[in-house]
């Protein structure tokens, strides 16, 4: 049975929390990725900032709609959630738009629950973690290789 340290990418590559979302998008689309993970200076695992992430800076902000009862101003949504988006749209670093504590598998997770994990979640990026510590990614593509045998 073939496990994530069988199919994952062993050096992938990464960014710093600190990496600007010009060079981030950069980095995707001439590796022709859809998402990096993003790790401190020790190497520990972060965040992970994917296509979609810098994809929702360029959305519409959803203005909350409010109702009135007895003269008062009611919001239908939280002002939090506006406030959040409000910053994604103005991030200029990874640190503003990444995911933070992102889903990972280890090493040993079987590759049937790494594809699961990826269809059910709609993750197209997975990060391994051993200890801590980013060894290796999965993306849709190694999932297919093993269809692949000679490829």
Do not use: Y
């Amino acid at each position: 049975m073939l496990k994530a340290k069988d199919i994952m990418t062993t050096e992938p590559i990464t960014v710093s929390p600190d990496t600007d979302l010009v060079q981030a998008a950069g980095i995707l689309l001439k590796q022709k990725i859809n998402g990096l993970p993003v790790v401190d200076e020790t190497g520990r695992l972060v965040g992970i900032i994917c296509q979609s992430d810098l994809i929702s800076q360029q959305k519409k902000i959803s203005i909350p709609s409010i109702f009135t009862l007895l003269d008062g101003l009611f919001p239908l949504s939280s002002m939090k959630n506006v406030e959040k988006e409000i910053q994604k749209i103005s991030a200029t670093t990874v640190n503003q738009v990444m995911t933070p504590k992102p889903v990972t598998v280890d090493p040993e997770t079987s590759l049937e629950d790494v594809a699961t994990l990826m269809v059910d979640r709609n993750f197209h990026t997975l990060p391994v973690v051993d200890q801590g510590k980013l060894v290796g990614v999965i993306g849709k593509e190694d999932i297919l290789r093993t269809l692949m045998p000679n490829a």
